[in-house]
């Protein structure tokens, strides 16, 4: 079954405004990671936060964890159109052996010009 | 680096018919596994290997799915005979967690059409 749950599915915002995506999971983690599809093509790695960070931000990417909701949110700030895309988190279960993630269904995220 | 290589990009074949994807992790990862994307599905975990052995093939659907490591630079995952439900896209990704990479790194993919 699937370890995370991305919400909403499906995102519509305007060019500059700013998009945010959340992301459940079941079970304790040794990180999350978030990871992004433009259409047709593979999984792109965008962040990972590690189980005992709370924020990270890299450029116009910020990502919380919160573990004791077992949550976590993607936001790009000052969306571009070249942002459409689908976005996925991956969770990297504590009780696995290292290297198992596991992803979520996605947000599909489109920026309209 | 020119990153994880699937071969073929698309694939159509018949029912019953024997089905060969084929990857090229980057060179020195020592991770690889195997998903499978469908609209209904998402991403699921096929196999994964570690170091060229398989580690966790419980994703596999049915004894028709198989994947070999022969070597640490060439997979392959095998369908044999195929079904109409095997159509999907198939991603291949390395990742070197053995030197804490941490995250993966995928193939374009194989797009997968079973008549």
């Known amino acids: 079954s699937q370890q995370g749950e991305e919400d909403p599915q499906a995102l519509s915002i305007q060019e500059g405004e700013n998009a945010t995506m959340n992301c459940s999971y079941k079970?304790?983690?040794?990180?999350l990671q978030w990871y992004r599809q433009n259409s047709g093509r593979g999984l792109v790695h965008l962040i990972l936060i590690r189980s005992n960070e709370r924020e990270k931000h890299s450029g116009r990417l910020r990502v919380t964890l919160d573990t004791s909701k077992k949550s976590s949110s993607l936001l790009i700030t000052a969306s571009r159109a070249a942002d459409t895309a689908s976005y996925f988190c991956?969770?990297?279960?504590?009780?696995?052996?290292?290297?198992?993630?596991?992803f979520g269904q996605g947000t599909e995220l489109s920026v309209k010009p | 680096d020119a990153g994880v290589i699937q071969s073929p990009r698309h694939e159509v074949t018949e029912m019953g018919q024997e089905v060969t994807l084929r990857c090229k992790p980057i060179s020195g990862h020592d991770y690889l596994f195997w998903y499978r994307q469908t609209m209904m599905r998402g991403l699921e975990l096929l196999i994964y290997f570690n170091n060229n052995v398989p580690i966790d093939d419980s994703g596999m659907p049915e004894d028709r799915f198989s994947a070999k490591m022969p070597n640490a630079s060439f997979s392959t995952l095998k369908i044999q005979p195929s079904e109409p439900r095997d159509s999907a896209v198939y991603f291949c990704?390395?990742?070197?967690w053995g030197q804490g990479g941490e995250k993966l790194f995928f193939g374009s993919g194989t797009q997968l059409s079973v008549l």
């Open positions: 079970t304790s983690i040794n990180n």
């Open positions: 991956a969770t990297d279960s504590l009780y696995n052996q290292g290297g198992k993630l596991i």
């Open positions: 990704a390395s990742g070197d």
